[in-house]
């Protein structure tokens, strides 16, 4: 996959998915305009790729705010008038039980996790038309699908609506010529995820995952990047799972599953 010559927006960059994401792109050749709320985050990644010669424009944004997406928008317009690729990882979580979520809890969630995505394609409609890539990748989740283990009723709720952002948005920017898709990743060792698991947690998870492991964030970088290059040019409004085969499970581990046949 080559990017030369194009130019890929990444929210969430300054780590986990959006950063491995924001490498790959980077190092085929794309500049990379960087977009996250840790702004020291950000600037330790411009030096890193300053250093290793890899171009990247870095934003401070709040993606949860449509003020600030505008904002930032108009300011990226300045320097990169197009934008072939735009990624939309930036994400939290929240881990109330469905009976304790707070309405600030369900609102913080639904509006970075899903808002946010809608927020940054709407504002960024100029400058997706005027590039030659015109391709969106969603970062969904596999608990858009099933239910978030790490996350609670708001993070699922979410997720699942990004998937409906991306079939409404694939709909009808086809006229544009923009495709939408999206990745749902299953567990990846992140930031997000250290934080929110203990190491027994971690042990028990890739016990169940089929391919016996973790995902790398670099794992669902690749399928991003296939879902935003011309090699994908006929694929629009889907999804792609990226979870080691965790969803073809169906209630035991799939550990059990061996030593009960052995
Ligand atoms: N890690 C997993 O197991 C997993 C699984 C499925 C889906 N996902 C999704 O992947 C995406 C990336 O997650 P990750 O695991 O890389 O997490 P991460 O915590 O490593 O990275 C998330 C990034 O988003 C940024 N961010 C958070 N809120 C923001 C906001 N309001 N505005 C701008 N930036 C903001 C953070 O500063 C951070 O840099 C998220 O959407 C997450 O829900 C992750």
Known sequence: MD????????????SGIGHATAHAAACRGA???????????????????????????????DIGDEASVRQTVDAIAQVAPAIDLLVNSAGIVSRGLFETTTVDEWERVLSVNLSGSFFCIQQMMPLLKAGKGRAVVNVASLASKRVSYTGGVAYTAAKAGILGLTRHAAFELAGDGIRVNAVCPGPVLTAMTRNATSEADRRKVAAMVPLGAWLEPHDIAGAILFLGSPAARMITGTSLDIDGGLSLITGSSYEEYRRARQ
């Open 31 to 61: 500049r990379i305009v960087a977009l996250d709320r840790d702004a020291q985050a950000l600037e330790r990644m411009r030096e890193q790729f300053d250093a290793d010669g890899l171009a990247l424009v870095p934003f401070a944004i």
């Open 3 to 14: 990017f030369n010559g194009m130019t890929a927006a990444i929210t969430g960059a300054a």
